[in-house]
T-cell receptor, first 112, second 113 residues
Framework: EADIYQTPRYLVIGTGKKITLECSQTMGHDKMYWYQQDPGMELHLIHYSYGVNSTEKGDLSSESTVSRIRTEHFPLTLESARPSHTSQYLC???????????FGPGTRLTVT | GESVGLHLPTLSVQEGDNSIINCAYSNSASDYFIWYKQESGKGPQFIIDIRSNMDKRQGQRVTVLLNKTVKHLSLQIAATQPGDSAVYFCAENMNSGYSTLTFGKGTMLLVSP
């Protein structure tokens, strides 16, 4: 069982609010990822990091930002939430040299 | 752009049957491929991976086949159980210099007792 956690699990918030989705892993993995997934659809990579102070944008354009100040922590921030941001956000981590990405349980975000 | 896709959106089988889930990919330069299982309300769970220089790889009750000639990937599940019911995604690593994955559309596997 992978030790990767996401909070909150569910969030309903009004348009224009700033939100931060938390992701933490206790496995010491250098690589971490954020994906966006609409119900029943494929995952789209929005951000990734290969280590502390390293962040890159993924394939899907996103208005969110990320930071990687500590190895175990990779928060995602939306400065001004919009209804189009309604989706599930999945965080994953990966050990160097392995193909396997371990996923957290996800945060289901609804912006009203 | 190049993408990974699945042929069947839903597959219904009886418990004990063998299941085959298919995936077509278009990037012949992909370095490796992975199958993930996602149960309702959970994050995806790694099942098995296969490098592009392999044709077949076996795990516990699962086998992944890679046909590079027709750019086709399949996941075979032996003796399917109700606990196998989930959405299955294939993913490919399109850039060997990075470990990022491109996911295909999922296939829902429904196993009836």
């Amino acid at each position: 069982e992978a030790d990767i956690y996401q909070t909150p699990r569910y969030l309903v918030i009004g348009t224009g609010k700033k939100i931060t989705l938390e992701c933490s892993q206790t496995m010491g993995h250098d690589k971490m990822y954020w994906y966006q997934q609409d119900p029943g659809m494929e995952l789209h990579l929005i951000h990734y990091s290969y280590g502390v102070n390293s962040t890159e944008k993924g394939d899907l354009s996103s208005e969110s930002t990320v930071s990687r100040i500590r190895t175990e922590h990779f928060p995602l921030t939306l400065e001004s939430a919009r209804p189009s941001h309604t989706s599930q956000y999945l965080c994953a981590s990966q050990r160097q040299g392995s193909h396997e990405q371990y996923f957290g349980p996800g945060t289901r975000l609804t912006v009203t | 752009g190049e993408s990974v896709g699945l042929h069947l959106p839903t597959l219904s089988v009886q418990e004990g049957d063998n299941s085959i889930i298919n995936c077509a990919y278009s990037n012949s330069a992909s370095d490796y491929f992975i199958w993930y299982k996602q149960e309702s309300g959970k994050g995806p769970q790694f099942i098995i991976d296969i490098r592009s220089n392999m044709d077949k790889r076996q795990g516990q009750r699962v086998t992944v086949l890679l046909n590079k000639t027709v750019k086709h990937l399949s996941l075979q599940i032996a003796a399917t159980q109700p606990g196998d019911s989930a959405v299955y995604f294939c993913a490919e690593n399109m850039n060997s210099g990075y470990s990022t994955l491109t996911f295909g559309k999922g296939t829902m596997l429904l196993v009836s007792p």
